[in-house]
């Protein structure tokens, strides 16, 4: 027989659900109502025909060898400030994430939380200008503000994965006598490892694409070249970065794939 209890719990959910549903189409409609859309002057044949030139100038990329090599440093550069901010960005959330768990409340609990949703409500252009300021021009500036938008995502992703993680092992370890860290290092850590190495790999994905955008507020790589080519009309030069920037893009994309796969079988 089915518990009283929980035949009570099913129409509350229901209309939970459904009230959810109703506000979330309501904001929608509302959205589309207040916005300015102007979609017939999107698809019109002027903007149509404008769209087809200014693609077409693109073509063909610039070949030149001497082009190619100065693109695949600047995509190398990329490569290197995307996996070097989520480096420091892992280990800087995993250090904010024990105190930021309840399974690991401490008093610092309220303040790592505060420090994290501000880190990451702070997009990483806004981090870029203000390390620009502090730090010059290149690609220094976009790591560090790679790093700091990126600690404040994994270091809550970190947390969840702590608190969510099944108390038995941990709380076999306090029983025998066995020190916090000991319990971090012995019980939480092994078993939430492959779910945070999974959010990092997936974070260098997202981070791949924001060094790209980073060079345009002129933190190095191949956004900065971009900006460059584009700001003097070199329109085949242009569509050389923004190739290099596809194929990176996919190829990070894959290897991280390929490797979360393989961490979650």
Known sequence: MTHPAYQHTQPLLRWQTALV????????SASFLSLDMHWAELFS?????????FLAGFAPPDMQASFLHKTAMATLETLAMSALG?????????LLALPASKQY??????????????????????????????????PFAGTIALAAHTTGVLGRLFAETLENLPPENAQTLKLNGASRAQIFFYASL?????????YTLYRWENNIRAASILGVVGAGGLGQMLKYHLSLFQMHSA???IIAM???????DALSFAIRRRLTR
């Open 246 to 252: 596809l194929l990176l893009v996919a190829l990070v």
């Open 190 to 198: 092994p078993m939430g490892l492959p779910q945070m190495l999974s």
């Open 239 to 241: 569509a050389t970065v």
């Open 86 to 94: 989520t480096v420091l960005a892992a280990l800087a959330g995993m």
């Open 105 to 138: 409340g401490t008093l610092l609990y309220h303040c790592s939380r505060l420090l994290l949703n501000l880190a990451r409500a702070i997009p990483e252009l806004v981090w870029a200008s203000i390390m620009l300021i502090a730090a010059g021009l290149g």
């Open 45 to 53: 044949d002027q903007s149509l025909q404008s769209s087809r030139d």
């Open 21 to 28: 549903l109703l506000l979330l189409t309501a904001l929608i």
